[in-house]
């Protein structure tokens, strides 16, 4: 907090010059702990410089502003923004770099001082990213990483009285115990929980285009992305061919070692996570689904599942109710627009959502019905720094990115100064 803002913002921009210049690296070390596609790994860090970018021009924009106290002319009153203190970031393993860039670089630009927790799966290019942060000029002791289990390091953190905010993604779960956690001090919480995110497909989408996007939108990164459009609806005109089109394009999907520059799907993250996917193909199997491609792991070494793609199945089915975090999708016929709130805003979570549809006003009519924090038309998954991401609901406590995601990392303090 010590550090001028302008050379916070200078310190962020050599951040963002240093993980460019190391941006293969930073992607092989991902691979190997993650095990998600080269070119995916090497994509996400082009988001991680962009951050450190955004937030390196938005630390000499930290304006405070003044009141207008009216006829009394005797005050000078303003409100300046202050760093919070000292913030944990607990990280998940699904996008380790890309998670945590998302939480570092608003931190430091407020003039936070952080102690980070990644995931216990993934920790090796969070400790990369630590050696270039300190060569990129940040005071020693202000980015300090405490590897562990959740249980363990990342409890201990979130529990401590000297923590005065803690932003997390992961689990819906572990948010409501950093919630409750929380209450010793009532430190600020940020939280980016998980989702079950719907994409409905109407008669008159561009089929062709909207396939291999919706496909994208379950399957990259195996399906373990908190916004993937994990329960696809389409109209009685199109659901046929949709689905058709859909399980060619899971089919050709390549899937394989991570570091083999021509794979599109890598396996998932642990044996555990891999137990639970299959599990829920289980138990949509049990009650009634019909599996029309995918639903088994595939051979070899390493946790593999095939892209999966449900139909036949229910509102009420757990594998359209719950977050799977796995390449599964359900694809099931909806009647209409009068049908969005009922279908889309079922269940707790309010993350992501999808449309297609080539009709403008049926488009806009559909956003404003749907409780979800990002809604992408004719498009799956896009994100800009300066917008804010997150969730309605049980999705989650606050933004990340945009004014939004810097705003969670400071204090407002206003001055009255009798003159
Ligand atoms: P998790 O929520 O347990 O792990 C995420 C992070 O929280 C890790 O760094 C972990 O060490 C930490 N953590 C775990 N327990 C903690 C505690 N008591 N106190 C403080 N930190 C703690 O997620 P997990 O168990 O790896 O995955 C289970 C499910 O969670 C997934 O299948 C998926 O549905 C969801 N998930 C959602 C993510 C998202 O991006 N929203 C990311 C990861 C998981
Ligand atoms: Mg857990």
Request: glycine share 16%; hydrophobic share 45%.
């Amino acid at each position: 907090r010590g550090t001028p803002a302008k050379r916070r913002g200078e310190i962020l921009w050599a951040i963002s010059d240093l993980v460019l210049a190391h941006a293969d690296e930073l992607a092989r070390i991902e691979v190997l702990d993650n095990g998600m596609p080269i070119a995916m790994a090497r994509g996400l860090l082009d988001g991680v410089v962009e951050g450190f970018r955004y937030f390196a021009g938005a630390c000499t924009r930290l304006h405070g502003r003044t009141a207008d106290m009216g006829e009394d002319l005797e005050y000078h009153a303003f409100a300046v923004s202050e760093p919070v203190g000292v913030a944990g970031l607990v990280v998940p393993w699904n996008g380790p770099l890309a998670s945590l860039g998302n939480k570092l670089a608003p931190a430091l630009a407020a003039g936070c001082s952080v102690v980070v927790k990644p995931a216990e799966q993934t920790s090796l290019s969070t400790l990369r990213l630590a050696e270039l942060v300190l060569e990129a000029g940040v005071p020693p002791g202000v980015v300090n990483v405490v590897t562990g289990t959740g249980p363990a390091a990342g409890a201990a953190l979130v529990h401590h009285d000297d923590v005065d905010k803690i932003s997390f993604t992961g689990s819906l779960e572990v948010g409501r115990g950093i919630v409750a956690a929380s209450a010793g001090n009532l430190k600020r919480v940020t939280l980016e929980l998980g989702g079950k995110s719907p994409v409905f497909v109407f008669d008159d989408a561009d089929l062709d285009a909207a396939v291999p996007v919706v496909g994208a939108g379950i399957f990259a990164n195996s399906g373990q992305v908190c916004f993937a459009g994990s329960r696809v609806y389409a109209q009685p005109g199109i659901v046929d061919d949709l689905v058709a089109g859909l399980v060619e394009h899971a089919k050709g999907l390549r899937v394989g070692n991570g570091l083999d520059a021509g794979t599109q799907i890598g396996p998932l993250i642990s044996e555990r996570q891999r137990a639970r996917v299959l599990d829920y193909v289980a138990s949509g199997l049990a009650e009634g689904g019909e599996v029309v491609t995918g639903g088994v792991a595939s051979g070899g070494v390493g946790y593999f599942v095939e892209p999966t793609i449900f139909t036949g199945t229910r509102a009420d089915m757990r594998i359209v109710r719950e977050e799977i975090f796995g390449p599964v999708l359900t694809v099931m016929p909806f009647g209409g627009l009068d049908e969005l709130p009922g279908i889309g805003n079922a269940g707790p979570y309010g993350l992501g959502a999808g449309l297609f549809t080539r009709d403008l006003g049926v488009a806009h009519r559909a956003v404003r019905l749907l409780d979800a924090g990002n809604v992408w038309v004719n498009c799956y998954g896009r994100r800009d720094r300066s917008l804010p991401f997150g969730g309605f609901k049980q999705s989650g406590w606050g933004r990340e990115n945009g004014p939004e995601g810097l705003d969670a990392y400071l204090e407002k303090k206003s001055v009255y100064l009798h003159l």
